[in-house]
């Protein structure tokens, strides 16, 4: 499961780190809403002139949004190993989903806590965003410097 974007290319990282934060909020209201718990998470850029970077990452946590979001930046920021081309794709995407009984996992006890109460904010941040749509609630990093 996943969310990607093509768009014109872009050189401020602000921009892209912002566009991140979005479609990581766009990926976890559905993952939310589908009561689904992704373990492996795979991220992409692509540069101008068909240049191209892809990592995935395994994480055994309570599924959140901030940890996505969280997760999307430090990933994106890694990847991003060419700071003078514009990039003009971003995909983040979703895997190896925990809630089936064939796949259980142990989640990280260090985490666990947080995890928990973070997880308890996405259930209500989903109610509040099915009442009155995904965008109703944003993160200030998400809005445009004026």
Known sequence: MGISRNFKAIIDRDEIYRRVIILARY???????????????????RYEYGLKNSQSITENRLF?????????????????????????????SASNFANNS?????????????DLKFKSLNEKLI???????VDIIRYASEELNG
């Open 27 to 45: 990926l976890s209201y559905t993952i939310t809403k589908l009561k689904l718990n992704p373990t492996t998470f795979y991220f992409k850029i």
């Open 64 to 92: 959140n949004e901030k940890f996505l979001i969280d997760l999307s930046k430090s990933m994106i920021k890694k990847l991003d190993n060419r700071l003078n081309y514009k990039i003009h794709y971003i995909a983040i």
């Open 102 to 114: 064939s796949n259980v996992k142990t989640f990280s006890v260090i985490e666990y806590e947080k």
């Open 127 to 133: 109610k509040i965003r099915d009442k009155y749509g």
